[in-house]
């Protein structure tokens, strides 16, 4: 456990913990037993003003005269704090999200990862030359925006803070990060590294909801927005930002597709899907939401995966051994329970649905259900659950699963199972979205884009690409 009392931390603006100019504060709550674990300030469009005009001074006085050499040097301190602290990280992280430790562990494994790969990028990013004649050539230089305002979700707040801040940082920019309501702390926490390692008003934390958001969106003084969360928040921000035309990046929802081929490796295919799934909760912008499995392996396939959900461990977060823990919230819980029904309305059939261990705490527990018979017009097939609801679909032809796929508003992710990696590769190739997985589902790696296609967002994080869009030329 931790020693820190989670009440009593401000907003972060120049290097101090200070209160929101409204005085307020609003609950962190446990969602696993509904206990008020901490607070943060419910921050206002004001504090966001503020904060950008402290991250614009000390990104024209200071920040930007720092070497990239420097920054190297200022990123890998930050990981290497976190890493010092990071059980600290990692129990905080299930208290305020749910999720189990086991969980929070690869999230904050991956946020020093994260500050570690950065601080590789900072130095090694640079123009190019054009040659034009004999006497002429043209150059490019890569600068950074100047002040980047970042806003992220609740489903994995220290590698979301990592995965934005870094890429920023390490190209020369100032941030002003509103963290998400749900999980506030996480950040502050964060921002106690900061303070320690980084000269005051690099990064600057807003706590709050939609005020400081929607503020940060719209500010003049903003450069570059680098958004996570809905669809039709990122359809918002997107707009907002289109009046003083600031670029912006949208890591939006996703309604992924998971075809298993006739001649998959079907043991390594139900272990992959069920991750797909259930990791998080379910509660993953990547998840594997709509399985499509071929015929003639149908059977087989869901004998076995249902065999494996109901070996799931339920329960709180902090139980070691738990594998499915609480929804991160009570509007979680309500969304993923209204889906569950109706699904059951729309006629679906429950090919499992987990039974909840009648000793939980009064917490926000949801158990896995797998949805059979599903038709491509169902809600649950077509809008995002964001929950551990599993929907699956047969088909006879290829062609049919990649029409099936496709046929959706989204394009995040998607991933094939098959033996024969000519076939996995074609059946890829044609999946509309910006990450496929192919015998394997995980949510990305640091080295590779991550972004999505159609209403899934623009732009990429992750990779070494996201550096150079933390830069414009
Ligand atoms: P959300 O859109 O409700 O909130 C996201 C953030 O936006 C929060 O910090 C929130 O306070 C802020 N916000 C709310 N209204 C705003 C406004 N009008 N202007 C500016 N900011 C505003 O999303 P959520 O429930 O926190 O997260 C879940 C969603 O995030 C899912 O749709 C999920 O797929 C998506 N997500 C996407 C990715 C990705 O990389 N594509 C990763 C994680 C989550």
Same mark, same amino acid.
């Given at each position: ?23 307020? +504060?609003? /609950? ?52 290497? +704090? ?67 305002? @970042? ?48 000269? /005051?008003?690099?990064?600057? @934390? ?48 996703? %309604? ?6 006739? /001649?998959?490796?079907?043991? %390594? ?184 296609? %159609? ?19």
């Amino acid at each position: 456990m931790t020693d820190h009392d989670y009440h009593d931390w401000g907003l972060f603006v120049d290097g101090e913990f200070t209160q929101s100019e409204s005085g307020e +504060r609003f /609950d962190v709550e446990n969602p696993a037993d509904k206990t008020v674990i901490g607070s943060a300030p419910e921050g206002t469009a004001g504090d966001i003003d503020e904060a950008v005009r402290v991250a614009r001074e000390t990104y024209e006085e200071t920040w930007r005269h720092v070497s990239a050499r420097e920054r190297v040097d200022y990123l890998l301190e930050v990981a290497d +704090r976190v890493e010092e602290r990071a059980e600290e990280f990692v129990l905080l992280e299930t208290l305020e999200n749910g999720k189990p430790l086991s969980e929070s562990r690869t999230d904050v494994e991956e946020a020093i990862d994260g500050y570690r790969y950065y601080a590789g990028t900072a130095d090694k990013t640079h123009g190019d030359t054009i040659p034009e004649r004999d006497d002429l050539f043209d150059y490019t230089v890569r600068e950074p925006y100047g002040v980047v305002g @970042v806003i992220i979700p609740w489903n994995w707040p220290p590698m979301h803070t990592a995965d934005f801040t870094a890429p920023a940082l390490a190209a020369g920019n100032t941030v002003v990060l509103k963290p998400a309501p749900e999980t506030p702390l996480s950040s502050l926490l964060m921002a106690e590294l900061w303070q320690d390692v980084l000269p /005051d008003g690099v990064v600057n @934390v807003v706590t709050g909801d939609v005020a400081p958001g929607a503020r940060l969106t719209e500010h003049p003084d903003v450069d570059k927005l680098a958004f996570t969360g809905h669809t039709e928040t990122g359809s918002k921000v997107m707009k907002a930002a289109a009046e003083d035309i600031t670029d912006v990046m949208l890591e939006l929802g996703g %309604k992924n597709a998971n075809i298993v081929l006739p /001649d998959a490796n079907i043991e %390594k295919a139900v272990d992959g899907s069920y991750d797909g799934i259930f990791n998080n909760q379910g509660q993953a912008c990547a998840s594997g939401s709509r399985l499509y499995l071929h015929d003639s392996i149908y059977d087989e396939f869901i004998e076995q995966f249902v065999a494996k959900a109901e070996g799931m461990v339920i329960g709180p977060g902090t139980d070691e051994e738990t594998d499915l823990a609480p929804l991160a919230s009570q509007q979680q819980y309500d969304k993923v329970r209204k889906y569950i029904e109706l699904g059951k309305e729309e006629g679906a059939s429950v090919i499992h649905e987990g039974k909840l261990p009648a000793d939980l705490p009064d917490g926000y527990y949801v158990p896995p259900v797998v949805f059979g018979d599903v038709t491509q017009d169902m809600r649950i097939a077509r809008e995002e659950i964001f929950g551990p609801v599993l929907t699956v679909q047969r088909y006879e032809r290829v062609e049919d699963a990649i029409e099936m796929a496709n046929d959706t508003e989204y394009g995040l992710t998607g991933a094939v199972w098959s033996r024969n990696m000519e076939v996995a590769n074609r059946v890829a190739r044609r999946l509309e979205a910006g990450l496929i997985f192919v015998n394997n589902f995980v949510n990305g790696f640091l080295g590779a884009p991550f972004g999505g296609y %159609k209403r899934s967002g623009i732009g990429r994080k992750l990779g070494f690409e996201e550096t150079l869009t933390s830069s414009r030329r």
